[in-house]
């Protein structure tokens, strides 16, 4: 896993869009993958909003991204990072950096 320093630099970019296939339940942003951080923004054309947390995000306890809001997080493992939506087939697209 990466280790956060004030001179650790990024050497790649992934990124990737994940949609929510049923509404209500929390899915993994991505694989187990070693990062630094994550933007993850709420494609414009959805619908309702998207909950941003850990394994048991959820309406009532995530962090709530509007279409087209987006979040930063430094965290070491994109398949900690999960997310939720209010309607299904709806979802985020993110950069991660490595």
Known sequence: MAKW??????TAIISGQKNV???GTAEALGSATDII???IKAKSSNTGN????GSDVSSSNGLILEPGD???LDINDL???????DTDGEGVSYLALK
């Not at 998207?50 to 947390?53: A, D, F, N, S």
């Not at 398949?79 to 939506?85: L, Q």
Request: proline share 4%; net charge neutral; aromatic share 12%.
């Open 50 to 53: 998207i909950y941003v947390g």
């Open 37 to 39: 951080s994550v933007t």
């Open 21 to 23: 296939s049923s509404a």
């Open 5 to 10: 320093t004030k001179y650790l630099i990024p």
């Open 70 to 72: 987006a979040v930063s």
């Open 79 to 85: 398949s900690t990072v999960y997310i939720d939506a």
